[in-house]
Nanobody, 119 residues
Framework: QVQLVESGGGLVQAGGSLRLSCTTFRRISSFDAMGWYRQAPGKQRDLVAG???????NYATSVEGRFSISRDNAKNTLYLEMNSLKPEDTAVYYC?????????????WGQGTQVTVSS
């Protein structure tokens, strides 16, 4: 069973920075894609940033220019660098990894880490 373990969440003032980490017990290079999602209370879970196996990245419009996704294959770790944080970034952040099998895509999720941005 694949395990994804997030860390790095916490409380930060608006304008501050945090770096989230997601460590996987599967070779991170074996995922076809990985991403960071977030879910605020009463809202759906949305993609924040994604990275494909070829290294290409994509971001939600609301975080573009402030957040950066990266990975370290040697450490089997995915990162999300978050700068210029705003109160509206407050949410539980989830790490996800996707692989493609014959039957279709299979997604794996971490347990989530809380990020709270105070105004």
């Amino acid at each position: 069973q694949v395990q994804l373990v997030e860390s790095g969440g916490g409380l930060v003032q608006a304008g501050g920075s945090l770096r989230l980490s997601c460590t996987t017990f599967r070779r991170i290079s074996s995922f076809d894609a990985m991403g960071w999602y977030r879910q605020a209370p009463g809202k759906q879970r949305d993609l924040v940033a994604g990275i494909r196996s070829d290294g290409t990245t994509n971001y939600a419009t609301s975080v573009e220019g402030r957040f950066s996704i990266s990975r370290d294959n040697a450490k089997n770790t995915l990162y999300l660098e978050m700068n210029s944080l705003k109160p509206e970034d407050t949410a539980v952040y989830y790490c996800s990894g996707r692989i493609y099998i014959i039957e279709g895509p299979v997604d794996f999720w971490g347990q989530g880490t809380q990020v709270t941005v105070s105004s």
